[in-house]
């Protein structure tokens, strides 16, 4: 051949020429591969460049999000007069006041939760407040009416309330004024429990919501005065801040950490999708061997040819490598067409929820990561059967089929292949947000891989060895489950591992439903009462024993805090990854003489009843051990601006899941002696009560104590079981992408094994077989595989789900049969309608032709 190399044989640029010559025909027999390719790529290039642009919008708006460029915050009470001045001289200063209190319409018959903002002149700092009326927030708030109020639209329609209507919060009267289309700074006040409500602060403190103890807390938005404050700058004012009140108990927060919690669960989600585009990619490797193993079957001629000419093995290898690599290269630039656009696309999508102005850019870097890992996938799975190649003679390449696929290939190539393959497992891991939850991932990915094989071995298997059914139907079915070049390894990888995903994810979402709204309902409280005053304590516990005397009432002091230090070691600088969360913000705590009644003492003692030395507190025995705490360990914490040292007395088990008065902490009644603070109360009925005598309960509490929080927990449960379900069909959304790439294998397997199943088909018409009886076979070919891939997915599903509930979620885990029912619905769906949709036209083949042809 000319342009060889110097040794004599053809060279890389021969063999890249024949390459782009063969290809000339056309992608025919490929276009799985491509899809499959395309999938993968395009989820992680979609799901990267959605993370990083979110991530980078919350850091570039982060003044938007914060309300300023520095956010100083305190619960329970407002700054003093000294506090004040210090903040006031840093730049521009906001007061906002944030917590959550009872709307309710002026004749009692219906009332909401909402998420109270009392806002002064300043605010906004940064960002605009837009009104559905067109209004700025000044004028909408110094209307004509004696306390005008805004609200989300949400509330509205859930009291069936309008503009200009009143509403009663806590001792007065509002007036809604108008409704809220966006709010700046709607991100950095985390998780929210009802709708919003916007006052002015003098509107808060006439509604008498605000006690000593109450669940408020005051943010102080600060400034540059004529533009930005420099991070020089920020990182002074917060270290002047630490320094000169050092028992302030406020929380410092500056632009770069205006939403923390939101960017961890955006990384967190972005990882999850990340290894859903992986499960899909390493699913849809199984269509590329299939499609290379395919497509070599029909060159073979073509093989012959240059090996009759010449040329040696690593020549075929190559060209057809060659021919690989570009085909991947086409389903890589359709996955990062697809992925570039995914941010734009979630920019008009996700106006007014997220901040999303800076979405429209492109990310190299999440770009040329899932170029690397389409391309890493690709070569994987490719390598095997174009090595199997080199070493095949001409002759045996001329005799059939079956010579083309036998024997191992030459160890280079086995070493190739394994080289590839852990520079993808490499890359996975090391690139992860997590990377002990990537490592897992792997191994269960790798598990899974030798699970399904056994599994298709061991259809293969029981096929060969099951008595010879009487009905022709039944033996040509199991005859093609275990007969040479059967679909039954392809079928139980392709389907395998996206039924897994999707039995893990829905067994997650039930289980989560039932905890939430199945079980808990009967044993949790019926409603939560907060910031009830001391001065009203004794009346409003003796109210509810006389409107119900047959409930179980409990009610606690409550106080909000947060740890300082443990064993000394300051709480930002402690090492506790698994509970990091208790040792960040605020926790609410309490104190009590008595230990609790579903508690109980797994190391130490409880205090004395007249207890009065060193302060003592009581910890929850779970998080102790998590923090690595034990009895006589010390603790500090602050509280209403006073820092406390306390000594671990006790660890105790906590019954989370009642739903019941429980708290991290429980402190020694002398620690907080004299300390304003307000109560904690539940009130559970033994039947679970009606909605009539909660309805008429809440009316009555309303009228005499306007100020305390009433929380219906079912309706609660109702909400959060709504949240629950939004994100789980998102991730079962997104999901499905395995179960589509498991889909597209199956019908190039089914596709790649045409030829084939036309010549048994022609055979068997030919020998007096009918269409019907031919059907019948092949529908049970794939009922049977899809039946048993259907077991293998629940059974790996139900492993997986439960070691993320119990061992991650730490709650209880139940099978539940209707959804492995559900599994083995779509296996069979899935496996026989694809089944059947691919050998419909092998049916109708005339016999003639076909025979001719062989």
Not at 103 to 127: H, N
Not at 407 to 433: D, E, F, I, Q
Not at 712 to 728: F, G, P, Q, Y
């Amino acid at each position: 051949m000319a342009g060889g190399s110097r040794s004599g044989g053809p060279g890389f640029g021969t063999a890249l020429r024949f390459a782009l010559r063969e290809m000339r025909g056309g992608l025919k027999g490929f276009y799985v591969f491509i899809a499959c390719i395309a999938i993968g790529v395009g989820t992680i290039a979609g799901v990267g460049s959605l993370a990083k642009a979110l991530s980078e919008g919350i850091v570039a708006e982060g003044q938007t999000i914060l309300g300023g460029d520095l956010d100083v915050s305190l619960i329970h009470r407002q700054a003093s007069a000294v506090e004040r001045a210090f903040l006031d001289e840093q730049g521009r200063l906001s007061e906002v006041a944030t917590l959550r209190a009872m709307v309710r319409k002026p004749d009692a018959s219906d009332q909401a939760l909402v998420e109270i903002k009392a806002v002064d002149d300043a605010y906004p700092l940064y960002g605009t407040v837009e009104l559905s009326s067109g209004r700025s927030l000044d004028d909408a708030l110094a209307g004509d009416a004696e306390h005008p109020a805004l609200a989300d639209p949400a509330l509205l329609a859930r009291l069936d309330v309008e503009p200009g209507d009143t509403l009663s919060l806590g001792r007065i009267r509002i007036t809604l004024v108008d409704t809220i289309e966006a709010e700046p700074d709607k991100l950095s006040g985390g998780v929210e429990f009802g709708p919003r409500l916007m006052v002015s602060v003098d509107t808060l403190e006439e509604s008498g919501l605000v006690q000593p103890g109450s669940l408020v807390r005051w943010h102080y938005r600060v400034a540059g005065e004529s533009g930005s404050m420099s991070d020089a700058r920020l990182s002074a004012v917060a270290e002047a801040a630490t320094a000169d009140f050092p028992d302030a108990g406020w929380r410092i927060r500056a632009r770069t950490e205006a939403a923390p919690g939101l960017r961890d669960s955006i990384e967190r989600f972005a990882q999850f999708l990340t290894l859903v585009g992986l499960t899909a990619l390493v699913v849809g490797g199984v269509g590329v061997a299939n499609a290379v193993r395919a497509y070599l079957d029909r060159k073979r001629a073509v093989i012959a040819t240059f090996r009759c000419l010449g040329a040696d093995g690593t020549f075929v290898f190559t060209v057809y490598l060659a021919q690989i690599v570009m085909l991947a290269g086409i389903g890589i630039a359709i996955g990062l067409a697809f992925g570039a656009v995914i941010p734009p696309l979630a920019a008009v999508l996700l106006v007014g929820i997220l901040p999303v102005s800076t979405l429209g850019g492109i990310y190299p870097g999440e770009l040329v990561l899932s170029i690397l890992y389409g391309l890493l996938t690709a070569l994987a799975f490719a390598l095997w059967p174009l090595g199997r190649a080199h070493d095949v003679p001409p002759t045996a390449l001329f005799r059939g089929r079956e010579a083309s696929s036998a024997g191992l290939p030459k160890r280079r190539y086995l070493a190739a292949s394994a080289a590839v393959t852990g520079l993808l497992v490499v890359v996975a891991v090391a690139l992860a947000h997590d990377r002990f939850l990537a490592f897992v991932y792997v191994v269960a990915v790798v598990a899974a891989f030798l699970l399904l094989r056994v599994v298709a071995w061991g259809i293969m298997a029981l096929a060969r060895i099951a008595p010879h059914p009487r009905a022709t139907g039944a033996r040509l079915a199991l005859g093609n489950i275990h007969r040479r070049g059967a679909l039954t390894p392809t079928v139980v990888l392709s389907l395998g591992l996206g039924l897994a995903l999707l039995v893990t994810l829905a067994l997650i979402d039930g289980n989560l439903r039932n905890t939430l709204t199945a079980q808990l309902p009967e044993r949790a409280p019926s409603f939560f009462f907060v910031d009830i005053q001391d001065r009203e304590r004794d009346g409003f516990l003796a109210t509810l024993e006389e409107e119900a005397p047959d409930a179980v009432i409990e009610m606690q002091p409550m106080l909000r805090g947060r740890i300082v230090s443990l064993k000394g070691i300051a709480a930002a600088d402690y090492d506790a990854p698994e509970a990091e969360w208790v040792l960040r913000g605020d926790r609410g705590i309490t104190y009590a003489a008595d230990k609790p009644e579903n508690s109980t003492i797994v190391e130490g003692a409880w205090w004395p009843e007249d207890y009065d030395g060193t302060p003592q507190v009581s910890f929850a025995a779970e998080l102790a051990q998590e923090l690595g705490l034990s009895v006589g360990d010390p603790v500090t914490v602050n509280v209403l601006g006073r820092t406390i040292e306390t000594e671990v007395a006790n660890l105790r088990t906590v019954a989370w899941e009642s739903l019941s008065i429980n708290f991290v902490m429980i402190f020694s009644p002398n620690t907080f002696a004299g300390a304003p603070h307000a109560h904690l109360a539940t009130l559970t009925y033994p039947d679970g009560g009606t909605t009539e005598r909660e309805v008429a309960l809440l009316r009555m509490l309303a009228d005499a104590y306007p100020t305390v929080t009433a929380i219906r927990v079912k309706d609660a449960l109702d909400s959060v079981n709504s949240v629950v379900a939004d994100i789980a069909l998102a991730i079962r959304a997104a999901a499905s992408v395995t179960l589509i790439a498991s889909m597209l294998v199956l019908g190039g397997a089914l596709a790649a094994s045409h030829r084939s199943r036309i010549y048994d088909a022609v055979v068997l018409k030919t020998l007096g077989a009918t269409r019907g009886r031919l059907v019948g076979a092949f529908a049970l070919e794939y009922a049977i595989i899809g039946a048993a891939t259907a077991i293998f997915a629940i059974l790996a599903g139900s492993v997986a789900a439960w070691y993320v509930l119990t061992e991650i979620m730490e709650i209880e885990f139940a099978l539940l049969p209707l959804t492995a029912a559900g599994a083995v619905v779509i296996a069979l769906a899935v496996t026989v309608g694809l089944g059947l949709i691919g050998t419909w036209r092998a049916l109708g083949e005339k016999p003639t032709g076909v025979l001719r042809d062989q």
